[in-house]
């Protein structure tokens, strides 16, 4: 486990009040030495591919024991029992759910399923992790916000990067003010590949690949977007106020059903903006955030920095830019309204003084068992979370409308900038 102290030695902060100013989901970090030899209890709901690598991690904490899977596909059984040899097997989450051996559930499946998942857990007693998105829909997600909020159980989503050294350390760079005033924030995921994976038999074509289909799936927006839309909040400590977008499918036309090429604008009070953007037919971009001050720009997946002011170019580079301007500025097309902006060439420098490894993933999880543990809620991650879902699938509502969106007031809950509002009877 990783104590606080050693969280701020590795990622270069002096104290932990600067680490929990920006992050206090971190207190789960705290000195907790009367936990040892404790034990979270585990059950997996969903041991496909990704409940598999947060198995793996789980597998490795002393904390904790996998002691249930749950699923109604025999491969993926067959797998898990690998990684958990000892594991009780379920084919129905319910009867997992009356398990009196099962302290807390971590939820792999499918979007449609989480939130009755979710609230039968609660009512079962049992402490919840889940994938995100958390919901289905931005009402799913609030149904679960709020059971959470009436039980008092524990609560953890799927956002890892809460948890990642290097995106801690430039959210307490940005909060510093070190870049400026945020002027607008970039967000982007590229892939080249069909999303689609092999299906041993047709009658498994729904289950296997449960991504491709609206009954199941939202598709790029709740899969990738809520990672990149909950860095936006989190950078400018508000909320955005409207969305608008466009989507569609321009290249895998393979029988699936939702988009494979999306951009959406999401805009804050004050103007500032913040995109999303994603084609899974060309990979050249990768992923990442530009989040951009007028400083400087931040971009923490590469987890490196750079300024807008940087040293002159060598006298041998500046002689032959001159001699390339004075040529261009002879021609009769030249001039200002022709000469393009070209990105200054910077290799920038390591947030954490080095390449970043991991995404924190092992943290998270780490943090949720040491919850489960102690029965104590880390501060704001059930609303990062609910919020991190809610965008995304806001955003996803804007480009099946084609229509500009405002934040509905009956889905806003006490955060940041929004206030919750309260119907009269």
């Not at 789960?28 to 690598?53: L, M």
């Not at 995106?167 to 982007?188: N, Q, V």
């Not at 995109?275 to 931040?298: D, P």
Request: proline share 4%; with cysteine.
């Amino acid at each position: 486990m990783v104590t606080r102290r050693d969280f701020l030695k590795n990622i270069g902060m002096a104290g932990a009040g600067a680490l929990l100013a920006s992050t206090p989901w971190l207190s789960a970090f705290a000195e907790r030495n009367n936990t040892v030899g404790e034990r979270a209890r585990i059950g997996i709901i969903g041991p496909g591919s990704r409940g598999r690598h947060l198995m793996d991690f789980l597998s490795k904490n002393k904390k904790a024991e996998i002691v249930a899977i749950c699923d109604i596909y025999q491969p993926s059984i067959d797998e898990a029992l690998k990684l958990a040899p000892k594991a009780r097997v379920y084919s129905d989450y319910r009867k997992m759910l009356e398990d009196k051996e099962v302290d807390a559930i971590l939820i792999a499946t499918p979007l449609n399923l989480h939130c009755q998942m979710t609230l039968d857990a609660y009512d079962a007693g049992k402490h919840v992790y889940c994938e995100k998105s958390t919901g289905y829909t931005v009402e799913e997600c609030l149904r679960m916000y709020d059971k959470h909020i009436e039980t008092g159980l524990i609560f953890f989503g799927g956002q890892q990067r809460l948890f990642d050294p290097r995106y801690i350390k430039a959210m307490e760079m940005i909060h510093s003010g070190m870049f400026g005033d945020i002027e607008a924030i970039r967000t982007y995921w590229f892939r080249n590949g069909d999303w689609r994976r092999e299906v041993p038999s047709p009658e498994l074509e729904r289950l296997i690949n449960w991504r491709l289909y609206r009954e199941t799936s939202k598709g790029l927006m709740t899969e990738l977007a809520c990672h990149q839309l909950q860095i936006g909040s989190w950078a400018l400590r508000t909320l955005p106020e409207k969305v608008m977008g466009h989507g569609a499918i321009t290249c895998w036309k393979d029988g699936r059903e939702v988009y494979d090429n999306i951009n959406c604008i999401y805009v804050f009070e004050n103007g500032v903006k913040m995109t999303f953007e994603s084609v899974i037919s060309n990979k050249m971009n990768g992923l990442e955030e530009q989040i951009l001050g007028h400083l400087g720009t931040i971009t923490p997946e590469k987890g490196t920095f750079y300024w807008e002011s940087v040293a002159p170019s060598p006298a041998f580079v500046q002689m032959i830019n001159e001699i390339e301007s004075n040529i261009f500025d002879s021609l009769p097309m030249a001039g200002t309204s022709w000469a393009p902006e070209t990105a200054k060439e910077q290799k920038g420098e390591f947030i954490l003084g080095k390449q970043p490894s991991g995404d924190g993933t092992d943290l998270i999880l780490n943090a949720f068992v040491e919850a489960v543990i102690t029965k104590q809620q880390p501060e704001n991650i059930a609303e990062e979370c609910y919020y991190a879902s809610a965008l995304a699938l806001w955003g996803d509502e804007a480009l099946q409308r084609n229509e500009i969106l405002t934040f509905p007031d009956e889905y806003k809950i006490d955060y940041l900038n929004h206030k919750r509002i309260v119907k009269e009877a």
